[in-house]
């Protein structure tokens, strides 16, 4: 097992927004609720160490996920507490296995990024980013299958759930995909990519790219709009890929293990003839 770094935590970098209740419509699909209260921890320079971190709680039947805060470090988070006070209660046996330093416990209502990344964001390594350099050199159930029939949707604001998905995938671009693997944590893979979107929103949807399909409301491809899950595969009980769409015909995806997340054009020659449908959660 790796040695991992333990350092404290940086508070996010994003917006905190109050979040509507789950509309009406979105109720009766299953699997699709409010995300509760959330653990993260670490400040990372290097992705690999945040890798690394995230694994090992993945191999202790945790399932993780790190992101790339705007500053340029990375954090990990999990969990979904129905309390702050269970939420600390297991951060606390983290602390005592000495697995970390400290936490921040995330409220049901916070949403990590709301608004579009500006040109050249992240090129500059912040103070805290170089001061951590600094240290660090010098220290050495079963689901019924929903109606294919598109529901009718009415257009959405700028600053709607759907969009705030959508800029949210977009700050995973470029980052190294190398969730689950070997691990005891299953389905870490596309969807694990998109389930952690959707949980930076406050939003906890199914784990599987399959189980993804069968919640949410379907939208034709025409239809689509910003934070809409796309599907890919052979059909649809055999689906294998899926991704968030980000608006202009383009979705952010993780093609494969090891690889950087990215953007692709829904039309690509090999998507497009592996398009299986869409979904709504919003």
């Given amino acids: 097992m ?6 404290t935590i940086c508070l996010l970098c994003g917006i905190t927004l109050l979040l509507p209740p789950l509309p009406s419509s979105a ?48 954090a990990v988070r999990f969990g979904d507490f129905t309390s702050k006070s269970k939420a600390r209660a297991a951060a606390d046996r983290l602390v005592a ?23 050249g964001e992240q090129k500059q390594p912040s103070d805290e980013l170089r001061k951590l350099r600094e240290s660090l050199s010098g220290g050495q159930a079963k689901k019924e299958a929903p109606t294919d029939k598109p529901q009718p949707k009415t257009s959405r604001g700028e600053r709607d759930m759907g969009s705030i998905a959508a800029r949210t995938a977009e700050r995973f671009v470029g980052i190294p995909y190398r969730w689950g693997g070997d691990t005891v944590v299953d389905g870490m893979d596309c969807s694990g990519f998109v389930r952690a979107v959707y949980n930076l929103c406050g939003v906890s949807i199914p784990r599987t790219s399959r189980d993804q399909y069968k919640a949410g409301d379907a939208v034709t491809k025409l239809d689509l709009q910003e934070g809409d899950l796309v599907f890919f595969g052979a059909a649809a009980d055999k689906i294998n890929h899926v991704g968030i769409y980000v608006g202009n015909g383009k979705f952010v995806h993780a093609p494969r293990r090891g690889e950087e997340i990215r953007v692709t054009a829904i039309d690509d020659a090999y998507f497009e003839k592996r398009f299986i449908g869409a979904r709504r959660y919003f």
């Avoid at 790796?2 to 350092?7: Q, S, Y």
């Avoid at 109720?27 to 945040?50: C, E, H, K, W």
């Avoid at 296995?97 to 990344?117: G, H, T, W």
């Fill in 2 to 7: 790796h040695t991992i770094t333990r350092l």
């Fill in 27 to 74: 109720a009766p699909s299953t699997g699709i609720t409010r995300l509760g209260y959330a653990i993260q921890m670490g400040a990372f320079a290097d992705v690999n160490n945040a890798e690394r971190f995230t694994t090992t709680l993945q191999k202790k039947g945790i399932e993780a996920f790190y992101f790339r805060k705007d500053n340029g470090i990375y």
């Fill in 97 to 119: 296995d000495r697995l970390i330093d400290s936490y921040y416990i995330a409220p049901p209502n916070e949403v990590v990024f709301a608004k579009k990344k500006e040109p």
